[in-house]
């Protein structure tokens, strides 16, 4: 047995040493992505949580051989790096908008101009259905508007 399988032997299966080995830190940026969420009133933390995040960090939606890794969205990041609410809440449109490209292989031109607009109107509403797109399989992604 090589001295790493042996190190990960001797190592108990409970706990934070459990959670690193899984990927603490995707876990950790996909909770401060929440908490950022929060903090802007624009999802509960909770339920956003229960929707961009699993044990091991971001969820990978898997339906019909339709996989998307939510880790994948660059508006996590965006999130993360966004200085207010309104940018926060922007950062959603372009990867709802290229989610629903995908989903009905009918590219929209004006989407993410339209996003831009309704997330101004009513930023809570609009972001969270946009976020309900991006986190979706695309047999989904209709129920959320």
């Given at each position: 047995?090589?001295?790493?399988?042996?190190?990960?032997?001797?190592?108990?299966?409970?706990?934070?040493?459990?959670?690193?080995?899984?990927?603490?830190?995707?876990?950790?940026?996909?909770?401060?992505?929440?908490?950022?969420?929060?903090a802007c009133d624009l999802r509960g933390e909770a339920a956003c949580v229960a929707s961009l995040c699993?044990?091991?960090?971001?969820?990978?939606?898997?339906?019909?051989?339709?996989?998307?890794?939510?880790?994948?969205?660059?508006?996590?990041?965006?999130e993360q790096d966004a200085e207010d609410c309104a940018e926060l809440a922007l950062c959603a449109c372009p990867d709802a908008c290229a989610r629903v490209d995908e989903c009905t292989g009918d590219p929209d031109a004006t989407c993410v101009n339209t996003c831009e607009t309704l997330i101004e109107q009513a930023p809570a509403a609009a972001f969270q259905e946009n976020r309900c797109k991006m986190e979706s399989a695309c047999a989904d992604v209709p129920a959320c508007s």
């Open positions: 047995m090589s001295a790493l399988a042996v190190a990960f032997a001797t190592l108990p299966l409970s706990g934070s040493a459990c959670l690193s080995l899984l990927g603490d830190d995707e876990r950790e940026q996909c909770e401060q992505v929440c908490a950022k969420e929060a699993d044990a091991e960090g971001f969820k990978v939606v898997d339906a019909d051989g339709d996989a998307h890794d939510l880790a994948a969205l660059d508006a996590n990041q965006c």
